[in-house]
């Protein structure tokens, strides 16, 4: 069992071992912004503490995202003088007493000792001054309550809320008071990415805890942006597909907006269809209003689905993107098995996303089984077919006599569906003689 003091580390078999909590901060050393960091603790004037996700990942032997760091005043002044040292920009929060600072591959957020308290569920918590135990016990879970302590005579100790590293050890996520999930609804997402990402087991009575806030509707007092950031983080996991499924199964999706799902079979089939120049992300958010892309004939769906794009504030135009996806897969899913000719073939692909055809064509595979005949019909299409073009124009047409007019799309057409067929040879020439020969 691990102590106060102590590091928790990966042995050679992959088990959990302990060891002296100066080995957090040799570590650190290595780690980008790291050196700069434990050089400048070591001027700072009052504790200064590394604690949170990335002790915990250090303890794994992890390497971790972001450093957060804990000063009992002058978070601005680290945070300028960090910056300064690694290059980069320091970007300053006056109401959570917090800075960020990014540079290059480095990201340090800085933070005040503080306490936080919320005058009603849902809200962002008001911040006041704290202790470093009022520090550890406003986290979220007891894996993120871990502090390293970075310079003077405490160098290298490790304070922890109450099992803490117990926790650690075993791998296990707890929420730190009964109320975590009311607080700040936006840690149920949060403990399900954390879950996956970290292959954690979550403590039974945080699972209670966790059923009973989601039967009490408290999603609905936390707005849809910071949902909406939870889930973007979700959706640049590793896994991603994972975290959606594991949301699905815990009724998060639905519990946040009546009809939106995730049918994680069908995503991962159309992962492995989806060409290299295609977008997952996009095709993961699509996927995730399919249900709701089949209803859009009635009035209340498409301001749905628009509302949820709105909260996961995208890239501008990824939005948009991810709603033709979703409607175009539906599109896609109705037509793809009635497919027998190239023109058929055409009418389907031409101007459907190439998210929506993946989507389709492994909804299809998981209905008739694997290597079916839409599966391959796509893939054949987005793998090779989609690159295959004409070289000649409507005025090569024009100038051969052809009239201007609808006569000219007509023959191109023609001449286009003999080209995919393989029943004429690419080049000028021959696909002039094709257009010029169709039968209109």
Same mark, same amino acid.
């Given at each position: 069992?691990?102590?106060?003091?102590?590091?928790? &580390?990966?042995?050679?078999?992959?088990? /959990?071992?302990?060891?002296?909590?100066?080995?957090?901060?040799?570590?650190?050393?290595? !780690?980008?912004?790291?050196?700069?960091?434990?050089? !400048?603790?070591?001027?700072?004037?009052?504790?200064?503490?590394?604690?949170?996700?990335?002790? &915990?990942?250090?303890?794994?032997?992890?390497?971790?995202?972001?450093?957060?760091?804990?000063?009992?005043?002058?978070?601005?002044?680290?945070?300028?003088?960090?910056?300064?040292? #690694?290059?980069?920009?320091?970007?300053?929060?006056? &109401?959570?007493?917090?800075?960020?600072?990014?540079?290059?591959?480095?990201?340090?957020?800085?933070?005040?000792?503080?306490?936080?308290?919320?005058?009603?569920?849902?809200? !962002?918590?008001?911040?006041?001054?704290?202790?470093?135990?009022?520090?550890?016990? &406003?986290?979220?879970?007891?894996?993120?309550?871990?502090? +390293?302590?970075?310079?003077?005579?405490?160098?290298?100790?490790?304070?922890?809320?109450?099992?803490?590293?117990?926790?650690?050890?075993?791998?296990?996520?707890?929420?730190?008071?009964?109320?975590?999930?009311?607080?700040?609804?936006?840690?149920?997402?949060?403990? +399900?990415?954390?879950?996956?990402? #970290?292959?954690?087991?979550?403590?039974?009575?945080?699972?209670? @805890?966790?059923?009973?806030?989601?039967?009490?509707?408290?999603?609905?007092?936390?707005?849809?942006?910071? /949902?909406?950031?939870? #889930?973007?983080?979700?959706?640049?996991?590793?896994?991603?597909?994972?975290? /959606?499924?594991?949301?699905?199964?815990?009724?998060?999706?639905?519990?946040?907006?009546?009809? +939106?799902?995730?049918?994680?079979?069908?995503?991962?089939?159309?992962?492995?269809?989806?060409?290299?120049?295609?977008?997952?992300?996009?095709?993961?958010?699509?996927?995730? @209003?399919?249900?709701?892309?089949?209803?859009?004939?009635?009035?209340?769906?498409?301001?749905?689905?628009?509302?949820?794009?709105?909260?996961?504030?995208?890239?501008?135009?990824?939005?948009?993107?991810?709603?033709?996806?979703?409607? *175009?897969?539906?599109?896609?899913?109705?037509?793809?098995?009635?497919?027998?000719?190239?023109?058929?073939?055409?009418?389907?692909?031409?101007?459907?996303?190439?998210?929506? #055809?993946? /989507?389709?064509?492994?909804?299809?595979?998981?209905?008739?089984?694997?290597?079916?005949?839409?599966?391959?019909?796509?893939?054949?299409?987005?793998?090779?077919?989609?690159?295959?073009?004409?070289?000649?124009? *409507?005025?090569?047409?024009?100038?051969?006599?052809?009239?201007?007019?609808?006569?000219?799309?007509?023959?191109?057409?023609?001449?286009?569906?003999?080209?995919?067929?393989?029943?004429?040879?690419? *080049?000028?020439?021959?696909?002039?003689?094709?257009?010029?020969?169709?039968?209109?």
């Amino acid at each position: 069992m691990a102590r106060t003091g102590e590091y928790v &580390r990966h042995d050679e078999a992959g088990g /959990l071992t302990t060891s002296d909590g100066a080995i957090v901060l040799e570590r650190l050393r290595s !780690l980008p912004a790291g050196s700069e960091l434990l050089t !400048l603790a070591e001027s700072h004037e009052g504790s200064i503490e590394l604690v949170g996700g990335a002790v &915990r990942d250090i303890m794994l032997g992890l390497a971790p995202r972001e450093l957060d760091v804990i000063v009992e005043a002058n978070a601005r002044q680290l945070a300028s003088s960090l910056a300064k040292q #690694l290059g980069g920009e320091a970007v300053f929060h006056e &109401r959570f007493g917090t800075a960020s600072v990014q540079a290059g591959g480095a990201s340090v957020d800085i933070a005040t000792i503080r306490s936080e308290s919320y005058r009603s569920p849902g809200m !962002l918590p008001d911040v006041g001054p704290g202790t470093p135990e009022n520090d550890l016990r &406003r986290r979220d879970f007891s894996v993120n309550a871990i502090a +390293v302590s970075l310079a003077g005579e405490r160098a290298g100790q490790v304070r922890a809320a109450q099992g803490a590293l117990e926790d650690l050890v075993a791998r296990r996520l707890r929420v730190l008071h009964d109320a975590g999930f009311s607080d700040d609804p936006t840690r149920m997402l949060r403990l +399900v990415r954390y879950a996956v990402r #970290l292959g954690f087991e979550v403590e039974p009575h945080t699972a209670e @805890l966790f059923a009973a806030a989601l039967d009490g509707g408290v999603l609905k007092t936390v707005t849809g942006q910071r /949902l909406g950031a939870e #889930l973007r983080l979700a959706l640049a996991e590793a896994d991603p597909p994972s975290s /959606l499924a594991e949301l699905e199964r815990l009724g998060v999706l639905r519990a946040w907006q009546p009809g +939106v799902s995730f049918d994680v079979a069908v995503v991962r089939a159309a992962l492995e269809i989806l060409p290299r120049d295609g977008s997952p992300r996009v095709m993961l958010v699509a996927s995730l @209003l399919l249900e709701l892309a089949r209803k859009l004939d009635r009035e209340e769906t498409e301001p749905a689905m628009r509302g949820f794009l709105y909260d996961l504030e995208l890239p501008a135009g990824e939005a948009d993107r991810a709603f033709a996806v979703a409607v *175009g897969a539906v599109f896609a899913m109705d037509h793809v098995d009635s497919i027998d000719t190239t023109s058929d073939l055409l009418e389907l692909t031409l101007g459907t996303p190439m998210e929506s #055809l993946a /989507l389709a064509a492994a909804a299809s595979e998981l209905e008739d089984g694997p290597g079916s005949y839409a599966r391959r019909l796509v893939e054949e299409w987005l793998g090779r077919l989609r690159h295959i073009a004409l070289q000649i124009t *409507g005025d090569d047409l024009i100038a051969a006599g052809v009239a201007e007019g609808p006569e000219v799309g007509v023959r191109l057409e023609e001449s286009y569906r003999l080209l995919l067929e393989e029943r004429i040879e690419p *080049g000028r020439e021959t696909e002039l003689r094709a257009a010029l020969e169709a039968r209109v």
